[in-house]
């Protein structure tokens, strides 16, 4: 069970099956809890998880933090800040179809970021599979109907969330870029650390200016404590160390699996039901997903093939 939970596509498939989940619990949340707010209670919440576990490395380490200390204000203004909280208030001004569409342009970013900031290279077939995934997402978020995302209208909200799309491109390729000389767990408290420092008055503004949230319920609650684990930590930890392992450019892909995952949880804790389009939609995302990060499986299909080839030829050589 632990070697395949050290598996980098296992790790990416869990992070982003709680981030579908995320995208589920964080629409419903947004209509009781104000955008700024909901992140710092859901990195608050990390913070305090998280402090027990870092605390150990955080002070054998304080000499490099201290040192990289201009990575980890980038780090936490991209991944932990403005992804979150862009999407947030996205989602106020936007319906999920736009929000989950632009959302898809993250593993196109990121392969474009990883190519001229890492020099990573992508070969035809894994921006093929790149392609399918995004054909795959596209069709589930259409219902396998073109005509209705030629008549999708973009608003602020669009525009909003692809400024977070952007933010959490550039904070995966600098993770990759300047990762390697921090400490995992240290570097990810100390990153949650800032961004709560920074979501603070945001949340206190939004406290004394808008009507009064505070009346929760328990489904409410519950989806607080889900938000402020499961895609804040487990997600953050699982996609950090897969990036280390395979890059950007092929954990981007997963990405695409966060409408998949919101789809089957829609279905599962929402009642609703299940189409053709959505079956396709999902084939084609792991197709693609298949195709991006099996390149070498294919090269050596190819290679043996080639082979097999020239063994036949050899006896007529000679």
Known sequence: MISRLSSPYILLIL???????????????????????????????????????????????????????????????????????????????????????????????????????LKEKMSKVQILGVFISLVGVIWIITKGKIDYLLSL???????????????????????????????KTATFFVT?????????????????SLPSWEHLEAPQYLGLLYIGVFPSILSFVFWNKALFIIGPSKASIFLNFIVLFASIFSILFLNEKIYPAQVIGGLLIISGVVLT????????????????HQTKEKPSSS
């Open 15 to 117: 992070a982003t099956m709680f981030w579908g989940g995320n995208f589920t619990v964080g629409k419903s949340l947004v209509s009781y809890v104000p955008p700024f707010t909901m992140s710092l209670i859901r990195w608050s919440m990390a913070l305090i998880i998280l402090l027990p576990l870092a605390w150990k490395e955080l002070a054998q380490t304080k000499q490099i933090m201290i040192k990289h200390w201009k990575t980890l204000i980038a780090l936490s203004l991209t991944g932990i800040v403005a992804f979150n909280a862009l999407a947030y208030i996205s989602v106020q001004y936007t319906t999920s179809i736009n929000a989950s569409l632009v959302n898809a342009l993250s593993p196109v970013l990121i392969m474009l970021l990883s190519l001229y900031v």
């Open 153 to 183: 209208t973009f608003n602020t909200g669009d525009m909003i969330m692809i400024f977070a799309v952007l933010a959490w491109a550039v904070y995966s390729v600098l993770m990759r870029a300047s990762g390697t000389n921090l400490p």
């Open 192 to 208: 949650i650390l800032i961004g709560v420092v920074i979501l603070a008055p945001f949340a206190m503004w939004e406290t004394y």
């Open 293 to 308: 990060t099996n390149i070498k499986l294919f090269k050596s299909t190819r290679g043996s093939t080639k082979v097999k």
